[in-house]
């Protein structure tokens, strides 16, 4: 299909959503909830996405696509708000915007700093998606290449990746994480000689752990837990004023937009880190490449903060859809909730996802184009008045949160076991995160640990159990090189020697 016939297809599939009324109703009621999620701290994109998707198991896959994306973008947009005017990050998206927004509010401009995230975060939605048309196919055509070693190798760097740069403190906190998640996809009989493994002969085992009673446990009950023993206040509303943001603003800040996107493009490509990593990581771009007076307003108020991280992190959301529609592979822990819920209708994302789903691509791209623009009119619109929400006090709604969760976990395929696994996995899940282990890795390790378990051991089985192949094939040789090398340098006497090496390098080069 050449360029012009994608752009047609792409605007007679718009048309199509746009024309069902019941679609628009339900993308904008979708994107509210989102914004709700987004806004309430300690609820996130995962998790509303978690609960969303098992409502919209008896949805046809449009429908539910509608809702699923309108919550995902939403969600992450929806984090400005108490981060902003409360100094309450409402996702960890938006910490990077807190450090700007609320100082901006407090001198009574919060209505202003509201504005820009609002434009800003429809403005990197809408420059993530456009990567995401334009990379997608590329990736998609490199990735039919692949064999088993290489699919194998592809999901362990996305393990060890997420568990390197998610880590709070140590390194190896990450891995551990990740290779947790590794175990648990093992539970069950596996899918080559169906074999029973960790299932202790309990039949409902048999299967493996279903991924949303897992993931709603992993980012659901570590929250109810946390807000209920800390006992958190929300804070007092600011006032607002004018929320639409003037047009010189926007032009002033073009280049911290559009630099801020492409950083949440590249981070959010990359699988395990997520819309939370984009944001510092832009806002700390931003910073270094401002000249000295901006440099002085970061921390302060600074109008190019609070752009970067919010562009940023909401064109995370194109970037991680890229290795999730094209590998399999999602970017971000929401993005990985996602992959579960397609997986539930019957869609399996990777390398053939054009042949099995043609258009898929480009559906995916406008329901994403109209949840944008669903985002912004409901943040202009609700500004004002979403914010007495934030005013309910944490301990009145997460038991509410912890009754959706339950009936979330239970009502997909109305089974009580799922509450068995939901529950203990979430109980661990918080004591894991109090240790400061990161839970991302382990979300990743989860869903990825299919791939890899039946990739590795199907490779295995073609070669008769030789590991030769790994070291026969280049792509497999430079994504084994790029793991070492990356293992290699996260520690502490590799890193500093390659920094002396490097120091006594460039010298030596000055000096010829």
């Known amino acids: 299909m050449t360029m012009i016939d994608q752009f047609l297809q792409f605007f007679s ?6 024309s069902e009324p019941s679609n ?9 909830i989102g914004i709700l999620f987004g806004a309430m701290p300690g609820l996130t994109a995962t998790l509303g996405i978690a609960l969303l998707t098992t409502l919209t198991y008896s949805l046809n896959t449009d429908t539910a696509l509608i809702s699923l994306l309108g919550m995902y973008v939403g969600a992450v947009y929806g984090g400005s ?27 009574g401009e919060g209505a202003k700093a509201l504005g820009l995230t609002t434009t800003a975060s429809l403005i990197g939605t809408l420059i993530g998606l456009v990567f995401l048309v334009v990379l997608s196919p590329a990736i998609a055509a490199v990735a039919l290449q692949f064999t088993s070693w290489e699919f194998f190798l592809l999901a362990l760097f996305g393990i060890i990746i997420s568990g390197s740069i998610t880590s709070q403190d140590l390194v190896i906190k990450g891995w551990i994480a ?39 446990g992993v980012f659901g009950i570590p929250q109810v837990i946390r807000v209920l023993s800390d006992r958190e206040t929300l804070g007092k509303l600011t006032k607002l004023s004018r929320v639409l943001p003037e047009l010189a603003v926007i032009k002033r800040n073009i280049k911290h937009i559009f630099r801020s996107a492409c950083v949440g493009v590249g981070i959010g490509s990359v699988p395990g880190i997520g819309e939370d990593i984009a944001g510092w990581v832009s806002y700390s771009v931003a910073k270094k490449t401002s000249n000295p007076e901006e440099q002085k307003k970061f921390g302060q108020g600074a109008e190019a903060a609070i752009v970067s991280s ?20 999602p970017g971000s822990p929401p993005a990985a909730m996602l992959l579960g819920a397609l997986l539930l209708h019957g869609i399996t994302p990777g390398p053939t996802i054009e042949i099995d789903h043609p258009n898929f691509l480009l559906e995916v791209t406008a329901i994403l184009v109209l949840a944008s623009l669903a985002m912004w009119a409901n943040g202009m619109l609700l500004a004002k008045q979403v914010l007495k929400l934030l005013q309910v006090p944490p301990p009145l709604f ?21 509450l068995y696994i939901m529950l203990p996995v979430g109980v661990c899940a918080y004591f894991l ?38 070291f026969d094939r280049p792509v497999a040789v430079i994504l084994l090189l790029i793991i070492v090398s990356f293992c290699a340098i996260q520690i502490p006497l590799v890193r500093r020697g390659g920094y002396a090496f490097l120091n006594r390098f460039f010298r030596r080069t000055n000096r010829q």
């Not at 108490?82 to 001198?107: E, F």
């Not at 919010?310 to 592979?329: Q, S």
Request: aromatic fraction near 10%.
């Open 433 to 470: 995160s109090e240790m400061k282990f990161p839970l991302a890795p382990l979300v990743i390790g989860l869903v990825l640990g299919g791939m890899a378990d039946e990739s590795l051991r199907r490779a295995l089985m073609l070669s008769e159990g030789s590991f030769w192949p790994l």
């Open 13 to 18: 599939i718009l048309f199509d959503l746009v």
């Open 398 to 418: 997460i038991p509410v949160v912890g009754v959706l969760c339950v009936m979330g976990a239970y009502s997909l395929g109305i089974n009580i076991f799922n």
């Open 81 to 107: 708000y108490p981060a902003i005017l409360l100094n309450i990050p409402g996702t960890p998206a938006a910490a990077a915007t807190a450090l700007d927004g609320y100082p901006m509010a407090k001198r």
């Open 310 to 329: 919010e562009t940023a992190n909401n064109a995370c959301v194109g970037g991680a859809l890229i290795p999730l529609l094209t590998l399999g592979i």
């Open 178 to 216: 990740g290779f947790l998640g590794l175990f648990l996809s093992t539970i069950g009989r596996d899918s080559l000689q169906y074999f029973p493994r960790y299932t202790f002969d309990q039949s409902q085992l048999d299967s493996g752990l279903e991924i949303v009673p897992v993931l709603i």
């Open 24 to 32: 628009l109703l339900i993308l904008f009621a979708s994107s509210f």
